[in-house]
């Protein structure tokens, strides 16, 4: 039995290594894109002495005009979620919202639960209620805060690759749930306020609490800020 021995070459050698280092490289940075593709944001760690408070909206219309109207007392600007039917159903007071310079992100057209949603049914709910806000106020939307805060990677992936930053939250009020007023504020300040992002939604708790949260954040020497000012480096 003859045993051949294939001739060193060093030339070639050096080009196989040259390949498979390539090859590791290419491969690590896909997956640290990958890993990071799937990361929705909670809160921001900037260093800078900012909150953001938000507030989605697909129901409580009633309550958005004595919100607004806090607001602007306050001269405070804050991130409203529209859903997409709500939009189309209240297009004047979405334009007011927009108009009084409070930030408008995207929750989905009919409030689904999105890792329940197939990669198409996931693109439509996003796109269609994109289309509908971007129809009132001129803008498209580049925030998106799934409803019922229900999201997987999936979700996240469709979402980013539609131009967007999924924003979910780090201080939630539950005043869906809850309409005592001190409780919503005690929901609020029971937490480390440094950028962090609160969920609110229109209610009669929510309003009744606001100007205290605000003037007590305030007090804290604390910016109320856009979510996307809180997020930017």
């Known amino acids: 039995m003859k045993i051949y021995f294939i001739p060193f070459n060093k030339k070639l050698f050096i080009t196989l290594g040259i390949i498979i280092a390539t090859i590791i490289i290419i491969l690590i940075m896909f997956t640290q894109f990958n890993v990071s593709a799937f990361k929705p944001i909670y809160e921001a760690e900037t260093g800078r002495n900012e909150i953001s408070l938000t507030c989605n909206v697909v129901w409580g219309t009633e309550y958005i005009p004595n919100l607004l109207d806090i ?12 859903g997409g ?11 007011r919202i927009f108009i009084e310079g409070h930030e408008i992100g995207n929750h989905g057209y009919d409030h689904k639960k ?3 949603l197939n990669d198409l049914d996931n693109e439509n709910e996003i796109i ?30 469709i979402a ?5 930053r999924v924003i979910m939250w780090n201080i939630d009020t539950i005043d869906w749930k809850d309409q005592d007023p001190q409780i919503i504020y005690d929901r609020v300040f029971k937490n480390k306020l440094n950028g962090g992002i609160v969920l609110m939604h229109p209610t009669e708790g929510t309003v009744k609490a606001l100007p205290s949260i605000i003037k007590d954040i305030k007090n804290k020497n604390l910016d109320i800020v856009t979510v996307s000012d809180l997020i930017k480096e």
């Open 71 to 82: 607001l602007k007392n306050e001269n405070t600007k804050i991130t409203f979620y529209i």
């Open 85 to 95: 039917k709500w939009a189309e159903d209240n297009p004047d007071l979405l334009n």
């Open 114 to 116: 999105h890792s329940q």
């Open 128 to 157: 269609n209620a994109e289309k509908v806000i971007e129809k009132v106020i001129g803008e498209k939307t580049t925030l998106f805060a799934p409803p019922y805060g229900d999201i997987n990677d999936k979700t996240v992936e």
């Open 160 to 164: 980013e690759r539609l131009g967007y």
